[in-house]
């Protein structure tokens, strides 16, 4: 198997409700790495991409959250409306959606 030029993970956590720290999954989480692995597959860039589910990767009160490596670029508050715009801008094409960047302030 070749190694996928970049590789996304999808925040998956999963908390009760009420708790302080927020979940991910709660806000939408897992629909979005459904979302994620739909694209991939519709795509059918399987050995330039791979996504993967995660546990917490942090600010989860800002979540669903999606990191991407090889960069380390953290996103928030992202959708499924936004995947198509991360494959073709970031995952592709080496350009970050500004607009969903985790805040320097959670994310430097």
């Keep these: 198997m070749p190694r996928p030029r970049k590789h996304v993970f999808v925040c998956s956590q999963s908390r009760p409700p009420g708790h302080p720290r927020g979940s991910c999954s709660s806000n939408g989480g897992t629909e979005l790495l459904q979302a994620f692995w739909q694209e991939l597959q519709k795509r059918n860039l399987y050995e330039v991409v791979a996504i993967t589910y995660s546990g ?8 669903p959250n999606v990191l991407v490596y090889p960069e380390g670029t953290l996103y928030s508050k992202v ?23 985790a805040p320097r302030e959670i994310w430097n």
């Design 56 to 63: 917490c990767i942090g600010p989860c009160d800002s979540g």
């Design 79 to 101: 959708s499924p409306t936004d995947i198509g715009e991360i494959f073709d801008s970031h995952l592709l094409g080496d350009q970050p959606v500004e607009r969903l960047l």
